[in-house]
């Protein structure tokens, strides 16, 4: 009933995906998930591709299921969306990834920062706010070692009451980046207005990537944009060293992918970033 991926992961087969009684099962699952200690967090390295430092890392959420094996975010986050539950395995994500980047920057590596996912639903979380604060205290977290990650059509959805919080999370000193940007509709005004750092590439342009082709003028165009706002332009997805050259030939140096370094559970990150680094 089930089938071992590229990754070792388990997907769930697409009738099961759709079958009532296992919809609830999972969603009963879920629910106890949290108590039974079964996620975990995967860090992918993200570099500064002329000297092939790396800059930080994104936190990426597992599920270790006790009998399915492990679960990849898009078999789960829409479920846990829908039942709320993304809200408390969201806190535990962000402490998760903030304890574990104060042990790096204990180990030295203070110029790291961590990348957490903010799904639409936490965004619009009144607690939000304090959430972070309390979050960053508790485990000793500077602010300006945290990032948050949120999609261009989560921010773009209610423009000036993202705008609110935005300026309020950027107010505590930690960093915003605009995921899979290039896939909503921005409105240039208001993304000048914005108070990110960072624009994310969408995986889906860097995939499609080939020199002169229809992507490629997409994707020069918003490093373009992001480098006239100010904004460090990550590619993510980067899977081939063609697609790195031409990427740093567009002028975009910091960039995530499999070419790079894959999602990796902690106690592999640091062996891991110094076999895989760049250059
Ligand atoms: P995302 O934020 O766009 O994350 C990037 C996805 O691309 C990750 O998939 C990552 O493993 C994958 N990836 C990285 N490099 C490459 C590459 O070179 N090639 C390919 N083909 N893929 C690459 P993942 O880990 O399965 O996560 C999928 C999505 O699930 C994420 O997309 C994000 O939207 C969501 N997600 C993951 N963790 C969390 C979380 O803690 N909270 C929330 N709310 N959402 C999360
Ligand atoms: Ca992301
Ligand atoms: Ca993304
Ligand atoms: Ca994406």
């Keep these: 009933t089930k089938s071992t991926g590229r990754n070792g ?5 697409s009738s099961m995906n759709t079958n ?9 699952d879920l629910r106890l998930a949290l108590e039974r200690k079964e996620f975990r967090l995967h860090y992918q390295p993200k570099f500064n591709t002329p000297d ?19 679960i990849a975010p898009i078999d789960f986050i829409a479920l846990a969306e829908k039942t709320g ?17 104060r042990i790096w920057h204990d180990e030295g590596n203070r110029h790291w ?5 903010l799904s639409a639903v936490q965004f619009s979380n009144d607690d939000l706010i304090e959430l972070v604060k309390a979050t960053l205290a508790r485990n000793s977290l500077p602010p300006y070692a945290l990032m948050l990650e949120v999609t261009e059509s989560t ?23 605009i995921d899979d940007f290039g896939t909503g509709y921005s409105s240039l005004l208001y993304l000048k207005r914005l108070p990110a750092t960072e624009l994310k590439i969408d995986r889906g342009f860097i995939s499609d990537l080939a020199q002169g082709g229809d992507d490629s003028s997409i994707v020069a165009a ?14 993510e997805g980067v899977e081939t060293n063609e697609q790195q050259e031409y990427l740093t030939s567009l002028g975009c140096d910091t960039m995530q992918g499999y070419l790079l370094g894959r999602p990796m559970a902690a106690d592999q990150f640091i062996e891991a970033i110094h076999t895989t680094a760049p250059i």
């Design 9 to 13: 992961y388990h997907f769930f087969e």
């Design 20 to 28: 009532a009684h296992n919809q609830l099962q999972v969603i009963q």
């Design 52 to 70: 092939g430092t790396v800059i930080g890392a994104e936190a990426l959420l597992r599920w270790q299921h006790p009998t399915r094996g492990m």
């Design 85 to 101: 539950l993304i809200v408390p395995i969201g806190e535990w994500v962000l402490d998760e990834a903030c304890r574990q980047m």
């Design 113 to 117: 920062k961590v990348a957490v996912n």
């Design 155 to 177: 921010a773009m959805h209610d423009v000036e009451a993202s705008l609110a919080i935005l300026d309020q999370l950027s107010g505590l000193g930690i960093d915003i980046s």
């Design 222 to 235: 918003i490093i373009a944009l992001g480098r006239s706002l100010n904004l460090r332009v990550v590619a």
